[in-house]
């Protein structure tokens, strides 16, 4: 996965580890790995270039406006600054910290 993986969601990954914000530890819950223009407010769920659903974070799949560079293979590189990672549940995004809590909360009842 980090092959094609940008740091930034490197790094997201390794300070979410071990709680609900990364799809590992909140699929459970029915969250779906996804991103959000923090311009627009428009949400996007991480998808495959092919368009199906991806079980974790991928910014092949996202829309061609939010992506800045390409690789000479077209696997999106760069994203817009704008654009944030997290989760969608039942229609609600929730950023990586917003998921890790509520998962703890889920967990204390």
């Keep these: 996965m980090s092959a094609r993986q940008p740091a ?10 071990g709680t609900g914000g990364i799809s590992e530890g909140n699929a459970h819950a ?6 959000k223009d923090a311009r627009t407010g428009q949400v ?8 199906r659903p991806a079980p974790f974070h991928l910014i092949d799949g996202l829309p061609e406006e939010w ?3 390409r690789d000479p293979k077209g696997h999106a590189v ?3 600054s704008s654009i944030v990672s997290g989760f969608v549940r039942l229609g609600r995004f929730f950023t990586r910290q917003e998921a890790s809590e509520f998962v703890d909360q889920m967990a204390g009842c």
Excluded: H, K, T
């Excluded at 790094?11 to 580890?17: G, I, K, S, V, Y």
């Excluded at 029915?30 to 991103?35: D, G, L, W």
């Excluded at 996007?44 to 368009?51: A, F, N, P």
């Design 8 to 17: 930034f969601l490197q790094e997201e990954n390794r300070l979410f580890a």
């Design 30 to 35: 029915c969250f779906m790995p996804a991103f």
């Design 44 to 51: 996007e769920l991480s998808r495959y270039r092919d368009g």
């Design 67 to 69: 992506v800045i560079n």
């Design 78 to 80: 760069a994203i817009q």
